[in-house]
């Protein structure tokens, strides 16, 4: 039986996030019915997922400066992923979707970099236990690989799902390392906390320790080549 082991890591930044609303399948704080009902026809698990109320919504308020943010971030992840892991051997466990949703503003830093060192960490830790971690901006329309244009979020937030093995390594392609993490993975339930730090700033020098080289690319930093850049 998987257990959380994330309340063992300190939290000298509670409270830089704000909880709106708990996991919810219609939030009030943020319209999100609408997008959601668009983004079937780019997700195939979505609609059967939301007919039986498995895609959920957790709403939080940001109170606090970026780094501190960014840590709250890491643990709401994390919390959602270790909720996630014992549902997903359940039946319809492979449509659950728990999203945590950033209202609100850091002054000087944009939701773009605030989300994107708490995803890669997720993405790092939970990988290799068959939990995909995305990343979504508000008011940023994404094109997918094919060139499919994916309808512009109402607010950033970051969805927990389970990972769609036969699919979801080919969102990986700037990161080999991690999509071959994801192919193969097996929740042993091991805890994924046991060979890191508990500090958020070591947490983050751990992950950027992770980060693929850069390639020769005359692209610009926010194209897949920089994994924390991009909306993969």
């Known amino acids: ?23 919810t399948t219609r939030p009030n704080s943020v319209d999100i019915s609408g997008y959601a009902r668009r983004m079937t026809a780019h997700c195939p698990y979505l609609a059967p997922s939301l007919q039986r109320g498995l895609t959920t919504w957790t709403v939080y308020r940001a109170d606090g400066d970026a780094e501190a943010v960014q840590a709250e971030l890491f643990h709401a992840g994390a919390q959602a992923a270790e ?7 359940r039946p319809h466990g492979l449509l659950r979707c728990e999203n945590i949703v950033l209202l609100g503003e850091v002054p000087g830093t944009r939701h773009r970099d605030l989300l994107a060192w708490p995803h890669w960490v997720l993405k790092n830790l939970y990988s290799p236990v068959g939990v995909m971690f995305g990343k ?11 060139g499919h244009r994916i309808p512009a979020a109402p607010a950033s937030f970051l969805p927990v799902r389970a990972a769609v093995r036969r699919r979801d390594p080919r ?41 693929p080289p850069p390639k020769p690319s005359p692209s610009s930093p926010d194209t897949p080549e920089n994994p924390l850049r991009s909306g993969s």
Request: glycine share 4%; aromatic share 8%; no cysteine.
């Open 1 to 23: 039986m998987t257990t959380s082991h994330t309340s063992a890591a300190p939290r000298p930044t509670a409270g830089a996030l704000r909880l709106v609303e708990a996991s």
């Open 83 to 89: 909720w996630l892991r014992p549902l997903l051997n």
């Open 136 to 146: 979504f901006y508000a008011g940023e329309e994404e094109v997918t690989a094919a």
């Open 171 to 211: 969102f990986l392609h700037a990161t080999p390392d991690l999509a071959a993490a994801l192919a193969g993975a097996n929740d042993d339930g091991r805890d994924v906390f046991e060979h890191i730090p508990t500090e958020w700033k070591d947490i983050r020098t751990w992950a950027r320790n992770l980060l």
